[in-house]
């Protein structure tokens, strides 16, 4: 197991006493009320640890939603745990606010240690996961976790991205803005109001948290500021479905069941069978879909978006992150990206001793106004290899077009080309989809004639190649039986040392030492596991991926059974990337049907005739055809030899993780 150096930055207040914190409290300017300056009346600097976290104030509000979502005849409220500085609150400062709203916070736990809420005799909390408490606090901020409705000691019933789900945050930074109601108790008369905050708040959160964070923005809610999402999701169709083509085993009511509480269970038996019926496993879009769709009301979002994903997550395949991403450039949102090569892991753990200043940084901005530039930076941080990164200045970076590559016939039956000219009328290539190969499988025999593939490779590039963004490929297809699904991806073909995104990690070691960031009490340390890249050697890359059920073709909200013989015209979106193929490597493109694991098969197991004339590939390249035309010609460096083995990286059998 590696060996990395102790953090050397953990914060000093973690070891002063509480008096001499408090005396600290008042001499040094706190973060709230630092002068204003010449550039835009914004401070600059930083914000400092001057509060005493082992003092802060912990309590808990009941929040009321506003939603009746378990139809028991009053207005469902949601629990809120809150910490903050207790110096700030009684010197009258108020202080803005980091919410992480989450349905794991009693039954999975959050972050790499699934730690869990926990509270005293009292009822007070105690333990309040993950270290944005231990590291915020002290310097200034708030911080609030939400128990969406339905889940640990909240009323209402989940209901998976839906109105509730949604208003249940949404009515929090209502709260904290003073245009919604809070109480001392779940069911008391007591008021509560939030006369310790500015009302700025930043929503930040993994998986389902980030999603409602996307939800939460989309509103165009007053008083969010920024949001930070971790692997989110932006269209819960998306989640389960690739137009059509069922990505997971269960449906919204599997999970529901999941992460509700026990008592919800009782009670939230009509919210589950609407989900259940208004999200048919037959892939058909419905009103359901269209609720949870947030790229949609983009348009909507005043808050900044620092998005965070990993490139091989295949559990919120990095599609989500593409569509948001562009719908909010369309929109002028301001926004900043980083991209690792990591599966669905946080960058706590996977990039700690730059994420937790860059975060910092970032609220500060968005929260305090400190003038620190960070919204001056370089927009996009792209992991290249396993701990190596660079920048660029937008994203994706200039200069980047889409380049039409074509397939074709090659010298070996079965074996085809990729490269600019369509194929002559007529031209075909077939496979005969076996649901037990996936994309590892194709790849691995990409220079033979498989009949379960249809493979296209370019030459070894002379130069590096670059895609960034999002890719599609357009398909014209005729189907032997009733029912066909589609698989497409892209392929590096050539040696690389990775992370293992398919370990149970997911391009992650967690090791056994600790790092602190923050100040702790025995309840909550603000120390936390050390992790590592888990890496491994690999002779190709599969680097964006994308499905379809050919019975959507013509209508996502009406699947239909295919007519065998007749030709059928489907576009395949592939998941956003940032990858380069390097010079002496190939790129593929591989036309596929059920990718093993990763999508659910069809009803049969067709025999598919692709047309190569009407057959494309639309990608992102920096420099565009250009830069195609110039990596394919020309001898290609060192000599990679054509089919290069893998080491043995398979994909597992994925079901959601939080």
């Known amino acids: 197991m590696p060996i990395r150096k102790r953090n050397s930055r953990i914060p000093w207040t973690k070891s002063l006493p509480t008096a001499l914190l408090a005396l600290l409290a ?40 506003r939603v009746d979502g378990d139809r028991d005849g009053r207005t ?88 509730s789900d949604v208003q249940s945050a949404k009515a929090v930074v209502d709260w904290l803005n003073g245009r919604a109601r809070g109480y ?4 008391g008369t007591n008021a509560v109001t939030a006369d310790w905050t500015t009302g700025a708040v930043g929503m930040i959160g993994k998986s389902y948290d980030g999603t409602i964070a996307n939800a939460v923005a989309a ?48 009670r939230c ?9 208004g999200a048919p496993r037959n892939g058909d879009w419905t009103r359901l879909w269209a609720e949870r769709d947030y790229v949609k009301d983009a348009g909507k979002v005043r808050a900044s978006v620092f998005a965070v994903h990993g490139a091989q997550d295949l559990n919120v395949r990095t599609k989500h992150f593409g569509q948001w991403w562009d719908s909010l450039a369309a929109h002028g949102v301001e926004r900043k990206v980083w ?80 490269g600019t000219e369509p194929a002559p009328r007529g031209t075909t290539a077939e496979f005969t989809d076996d649901p037990k190969l996936g994309e590892a499988d194709w790849a691995t025999h990409i220079d033979e004639p498989t009949s379960g593939k249809a493979g296209f490779v370019t030459r070894p590039l002379s130069q590096d190649l670059r895609l960034s963004g999002s890719s599609t490929v357009r398909l014209t297809v005729t189907p032997s039986t ?9 392929v590096d073909l050539g ?33 936390f596991k050390r992790t590592a890249a888990d890496r491994t050697d690999v002779g190709h890359t599969v680097f964006s991926r994308g499905w379809a059920d050919l019975g959507h073709a013509g209508d996502l909200a009406h699947g239909r059974p295919l007519t065998p013989g007749k030709p059928y015209t489907i576009t395949l979106d592939l998941a956003a990337t940032d990858h380069i193929v390097p010079a002496g490597h190939r790129l593929a493109l591989i036309v596929a049907g059920t990718d093993a694991g990763l999508i659910v098969p069809a009803s049969t197991t067709p025999r598919v005739t692709v047309d190569l004339h009407r057959a494309s590939a639309s990608l992102p390249l920096v420099g565009g055809a250009a830069a195609f035309a110039r990596a394919t010609r020309g001898d290609a460096p060192g000599g990679v030899a054509p089919g290069s083995p893998p080491h043995g990286l398979r994909l597992p059998e994925l079901t959601h993780r939080p």
């Not at 709230?32 to 009346?41: F, I, K, V």
């Not at 038996?269 to 019926?277: D, I, S, Y």
């Not at 030492?513 to 702790?520: F, H, L, Q, T, V």
Request: some cysteine; glycine content about 12%; proline content about 8%.
């Open 219 to 266: 509103t165009g809610v007053k008083g969010l500021k920024t949001i930070v999402p971790i692997g989110a999701i932006s269209s819960w169709y998306d989640y389960y479905f690739a137009k059509g083509a069922a990505l997971f085993g269960s449906g919204p009511d599997g999970l529901a069941n999941g992460i509700e509480s026990p008592e919800a269970r009782g």
């Open 269 to 277: 038996q009509a919210v589950q069978r609407e989900l259940v019926e």
């Open 76 to 163: 469902d409220r949601v629990a809120v745990d809150i910490i903050r500085p207790r110096e700030a609150a009684e010197r009258g400062r108020k202080v803005p606010v980091i919410m992480d709203a989450s349905p794991y916070y009693s039954c999975c736990g959050r972050g790499n240690e699934s730690q869990k809420k926990t509270y005293d005799a009292q009822g007070r909390p105690q333990q309040f996961p993950l270290f944005y408490d231990n590291y915020f606090v002290p310097r200034g901020y708030a911080v609030v976790l939400v128990d969406l409705t339905g889940t640990n000691r909240s009323d209402g019933c989940v209901d998976i991205g839906g109105r």
């Open 482 to 490: 009733a029912s066909a699904h589609l698989s497409a991806v892209l």
């Open 184 to 187: 001392s108790s779940r069911t």
């Open 495 to 527: 040696p690389a040392t990775i992370r293992n995104y398919a370990g149970d990690g997911e391009g992650i070691l967690t090791l056994a030492d600790r790092s602190c960031w923050g100040a702790g009490t025995a309840s909550d340390t603000g120390c």
């Open 339 to 418: 991209l690792s090569t990591a599966g669905h892991v946080d960058p706590f753990d996977f990039r700690r001793e730059a994420w937790v200043p860059t975060l910092h940084r970032w609220f500060d901005h968005y929260l305090l106004g400190y003038d620190n530039g960070v919204e001056r930076e370089p927009m996009a941080d792209v992991e290249r290899a396993p701990d190596q990164w660079s920048t660029d200045r937008v994203w994706p970076p200039r200069g980047t077009r889409t380049a039409v590559l074509r397939p074709g016939t090659g010298t070996v039956p079965g074996v085809g080309t990729l």
């Open 26 to 65: 008042v001499l040094l300017p706190t973060p709230a009320l630092a002068a204003p300056t010449a550039n835009g009346g914004k401070p600059p600097g930083e914000s400092r640890p001057v509060y005493s976290y082992d003092r802060a104030v912990r309590e808990s509000v009941w929040v009321d939603t």
